[in-house]
């Protein structure tokens, strides 16, 4: 199984391969993260479909991920957004639904201009 670190510099170096791909929107942006991530030794879990979900003033597209670890299980909310050509994704990370919605209400505080 690869360390954290191993697993984010391997997706670093995806980034490069995505210049020039034709990603419009954020679900274009998640469906390549999870090519990604189904290619790593972790065992994530995937919810069948995007949503939209509205962070500060935009409409952003969400991927809903499981990861089953040995211990406990982590559940994760990748967001993501093109804007001027250009990605910008949020990624939050819980246990349990009262942690989500702390998480939810920083992140539903955020202001884009």
């Known amino acids: 199984m690869r360390s954290p670190i191993s697993l984010i510099l391997h997706l670093l170096s995806y980034l490069r391969i995505w210049e020039g791909m034709p990603i ?6 998640l469906a390549h993260a999870k090519e990604i991530m189904q290619q790593s030794n972790m065992s994530y879990q995937f919810a ?13 597209d969400r ?5 089953n670890g040995q211990t406990e299980n982590v559940q ?4 993501s957004v093109i804007d001027r050509d250009f ?8 246990g ?7 998480l939810k209400n920083i992140i539903n505080k955020i202001k884009f201009r």
């Open 24 to 29: 419009k929107k954020g679900s274009d942006y």
């Open 48 to 60: 069948p479909d995007y949503s939209t979900e509205k962070i500060g003033n935009k409409e952003f």
């Open 63 to 67: 991927m809903d991920v499981s990861l």
């Open 76 to 79: 994760q909310s990748y967001y």
């Open 87 to 94: 990605a910008l994704s949020i990624i939050i990370s819980y």
């Open 96 to 102: 349990d639904d009262q942690q989500k919605a702390e």
